[in-house]
């Protein structure tokens, strides 16, 4: 979010009951300067990340618009910290001219050590504002600090795509999903093909093709394998096709309604992250393909006689920082359908 | 066979935005200021958003001689203009590539012919008939023209595809009209096609009456005549009339905003919770308070309804002219540009409650609000020596600017006495979610094409809106000679006053 105007606190070797009162002060300063400024209150994030890379993180933070949360604590980790420091601010985007509101937010960030990873409950409890959902979020994988906030968190930000061992990275999921709410900006990625998918086959006319695929290719970047997991897992699960195991070069096959289905996943190169397409296959040699392009997805349907239509889904790409968005405001809500893709994912691979 | 008819989409699970059959949307008026303004941009959020149908054509229909090119570049300047959302370039080409435009009069069976062509041409390329979407944004006048029109040249109706028409407000101008343009409608299409577009409606403050009301068990056991001591609806702008004069003029407050916004907001805020959310579930409930309002006789109306005119006087610390000096008002105008109603509910849940509704061009300030003012505590233990008060609770729903809702409480002064002064809790949306609401036609037409009907008014709801207001009008327009007159950038006129019970006051706008 880009501020205007900043209200700041900042103190060495603290306690979490200082920089709570601090906070408490810098909100009534506000309100004394302006009651046109009022304090958004959606939701808590508890950012963990290395020191030397939290300027990065802060910049993906400052792309999520107007889903920024209402308080953001980032939890910045040095090798070798034993006491804690902190900077508080309170920021808004705008003056307020009379009689109208500015929302403000505010950001903690304490500099602390390793140490203070295991306790971090504890440091943290006073910071967040109660009642708000709050979320945890560690990019750079400081797993112990997830877990030592288990109790005060109710949900995990993650992105599956940044860890380069994808069964690993499916497996987390599944643990920490079955103490807290999971929002994997992985799954998200495949958000705008999911519906997509599903308009396909919504129309009367279309719904029996369900039971006539044959075969499935999603396209998608060399790094982006969990994305392609994640997909297959929640059409094979939807459709309740059991799935075994995929060999090392992404193939499988699945049980659908009419009998198997070949199931492929292909590595394409492309810009961003993420996922690059999908052909649905069918039994009677016709197929469907829908491909990233500018401006939405490219859909290009062959019927098996060398017949073919062409046109184009509309939607504008969302951006690293729109999916990080997306992700903060998922949090607020709950989508039924993740775990079940998620297991049907993890079980390609075990 | 239709959706409904098979088992739901196992994909649809989940997902925040639901499937929606391919659709040819086609706009009547396609160049009018509503199109363009309005209509254009909300469909282009769409795209960018990724929420039209997987297959989707835009169809522009108007009187003026231009070619696609020529639409094409007026659709994306206005798109660029007033869209929300800055527009991406790739969303805005690939939404106008296929865009059609069909020149010709309203009344013209020509017209029709070539939208029936280009109609014919966008399912050939699409390789399958795609649903219809007509959307009249155009003059009154020719809403029931454009509809016998559609249903001689056979586009109304389809045993393939689902066939709606969106028809803009004003519908009708007096309960006559209303009938008879209900009678044309239906002659034509199905009620079940047929999407009657109050935009308020579409405003996300306005669905979360229903939310408010019946997913929070504190309010709904204080909801009635036993705990409300009275009701106050108010949109006031603060603005004049603009360059609307044409319209306004023969329109006036009562007819604008009166006759559909306010008592439609009447309705959400004085209906039993209904069985479902469904349309039609939730249609039947507000139908039914708007039948509980008891026509007003010709004797009453004096007592129960003020109207007024704006002069001159001042808005935001500049001298602005009056309703007569307005450009295009005729210098002996009496239309109002301040209507306000005292109406009553008579049922077992409202019976007694007065509702005050009211609406003005050129007052204080912009708001558009809901006050329900609770009864008196019976007895106050208080002394009152120093307080500034206790006054009734009063809960205030605010649509907007500030959009929230806010409860007056009477709160202990600091210090050694009991001293009481009313304090404001207040929630404000923009606080509490990260989304920003959507334009509420961007909502609005999505529903139309996905044939969700809940907000959208029903004929009987049209003709009992009209039941309501129809006598008021008609005697207002007997009477040319009162219209009382208020200053510009004031709280209204001072004969509102008379329409308040005892005890009662309007709150400051």
Known sequence: ???????????????????EAALRELLLERHNESDGYVPARVLNLICIVERQWSGEIANRLRRVGRYHPSRTIVCAVTEGRRTIDAVASIAADATPAAGQHVLTHETVTLDLGPGHLDHLGTIVDPLVVTDLTTVVWAPHGHWQAVDALRGLSQCVLLDSLEDPDVAGALRRAQALLDQRYVVDLAWLRSTPWRERIATVFNAPTQRHRLAEIAALRIRNVAESGAAALLLCGWLTSRLGWPLGQLTRDGHGRAIGAMGAVEVALESVHQDVPGLGGITIGFRDGSELSLDRGPGGLAAISRDGHGGERRWKLLGASRGEGGILGEGIRQSLLRDPTYRDALNAAAGMLT | MTVADLEPNPLAQGLERLPVAPTNLVIFGATGDLARRKLLPAVYNLAHEGALPGRFNLIGVSRGE????EYREIAAESIRTFSRTPADESVLAGLLDELRYVSGAFDDAATYQALAAALAELDAAAGEPMARAFYLSTAPEFFAVIVDALGAAGLAQSDEVDVRAVIEKPFGTSLAEARGLNRQVLSVFAESQIFRIDHYLGKETVQNMLAFRFANGMFEPLWNRNYIAH????????????????YYDHAGALRDLVQNHMLQLLTLLCMEPPVTFAADAVRDEKVKVLHAIRTPA?????????RAQYGPGESGGEPVVGYLEEEGVPPDSHTETYAALRLEVDNWRWAGVPFYLRTGKRLARKVTEIAVTLRPVPHLAFEQDGSLGVRPNQLVLTMQPNEGVSLSLGAKIPGTRMRIRPVN????????????????????????????????????????????????????????ATLPRYAAGSQGPAEADALLLDGHQWRAI
């Open chain 2, 66 to 69: 231009l070619s696609h090119d």
């Open chain 1, 1 to 19: 979010m880009p501020a205007v105007n900043d209200t700041v606190w900042a103190a060495q070797n603290t306690t979490p009951a200082a920089i």
């Open chain 2, 298 to 306: 010709p004797d009453e109306i004096a007592e129960m309804s003020i």
């Open chain 2, 425 to 480: 809790m207040e929630f404000l949306y923009g606080t509490a979610f990260l989304s920003q609401s959507p334009e509420a036609y961007e909502r609005l037409i999505l529903d139309a094409m996905r044939g969700e009907a809940t907000l959208f008014t029903r004929n009987d709801e049209v003709e009992a809106q009209w039941r309501i207001c129809d006598p008021i009008v008609s005697q207002w327009a007997a009477d040319a």
């Open chain 2, 231 to 246: 009701v106050q609806i108010t949109a006031a702008e603060d603005i004049g009339i603009g360059s609307r004069a044409g």
